[in-house]
């Protein structure tokens, strides 16, 4: 439920503190700054999931030069997806990244955020930037980690390269999944996610 900016007597809680299971006073434009910043990062992820998934079906379509796979490629796809959707969607999303993303994305304000905050919305809510060190660090080296990865799975043989691109559609959708669903989750609630820090810098 959104509520409305009342007549300003009610007390708010610190930035940080609203991001920590506490009641977000939310309104209007904090809900739309919000919603750009969760759903911008489920942009991002829907782009890679479009450009991977044709190559992750690749093996089981009819196109002309496609070797169907073998008894133990299949059992290799399919502990791939299982694996992906464990470590990368449980784990990796769901547990950690995707309670943060939705957690920072409340923290925008439209009415004290800077410009840059709200513009690059999904950026933020992924911690890139105005994050305390450790958060920069780990969100910049997982960024550039996966771009390396990318590239070197692009270099693997068929049907290896198309069994990995088929376990990372796995975990991108799971991701994508958890942070929809603890986004709305959130603003229906009314309540950031239990127990996550937005790791904002100290003032």
Same mark, same amino acid.
């Given at each position: 439920?959104?509520? *409305?900016?009342?007549?300003?007597?009610?007390?708010?809680?610190?930035?940080?503190?609203?991001?920590?299971?506490?009641?977000?006073?939310?309104?209007?434009?904090?809900?739309?700054?919000?919603?750009?910043?969760?759903?911008?990062?489920?942009?991002?992820?829907?782009?890679?999931?479009?450009?991977?998934?044709?190559?992750?079906?690749?093996?089981?379509?009819?196109?002309? *030069?496609?070797?169907?796979?073998? #008894?133990?490629?299949?059992?290799?796809?399919?502990?791939?997806?299982?694996?992906?959707?464990?470590?990368? *969607?449980?784990?990796?999303?769901?547990?950690?990244?995707?309670?943060?993303?939705?957690?920072?994305?409340?923290?925008?304000?439209?009415?004290?955020?800077?410009? #840059?905050?709200?513009?690059?919305?999904?950026?933020?809510?992924?911690?890139?930037? #105005?994050?305390?060190?450790?958060?920069?660090?780990?969100?910049?080296?997982?960024?550039?980690?996966?771009?390396?990865?990318?590239?070197?799975?692009?270099?693997?043989?068929?049907?290896?390269?198309?069994?990995?691109?088929?376990?990372?559609?796995?975990?991108?959708?799971?991701?994508?999944?958890?942070?929809? *669903?603890?986004?709305?989750?959130?603003?229906?609630?009314?309540?950031?996610?239990?127990?996550?820090?937005?790791?904002?810098?100290?003032?």
């Amino acid at each position: 439920m959104v509520r *409305g900016g009342g007549d300003g007597t009610a007390l708010r809680a610190s930035t940080s503190d609203e991001a920590v299971g506490k009641d977000l006073n939310l309104t209007t434009g904090k809900v739309l700054a919000s919603l750009w910043g969760s759903c911008g990062v489920v942009y991002i992820l829907a782009k890679a999931i479009k450009r991977v998934l044709p190559i992750a079906l690749e093996p089981f379509t009819k196109a002309e *030069g496609v070797v169907p796979l073998t #008894h133990v490629q299949l059992a290799a796809y399919i502990f791939t997806c299982l694996w992906f959707s464990y470590v990368e *969607g449980y784990k990796g999303f769901q547990l950690k990244f995707s309670p943060l993303v939705v957690s920072r994305s409340f923290t925008l304000q439209p009415s004290s955020s800077p410009t #840059h905050h709200l513009l690059l919305a999904p950026l933020y809510s992924m911690g890139l930037f #105005h994050a305390t060190k450790k958060r920069m660090v780990v969100s910049w080296s997982v960024t550039i980690g996966v771009a390396v990865i990318v590239a070197a799975v692009k270099r693997m043989p068929y049907p290896w390269r198309n069994i990995v691109d088929a376990g990372v559609v796995c975990g991108l959708t799971w991701g994508s999944i958890s942070i929809l *669903g603890g986004y709305i989750i959130s603003l229906v609630t009314g309540i950031a996610p239990i127990d996550v820090d937005p790791a904002l810098p100290e003032k």
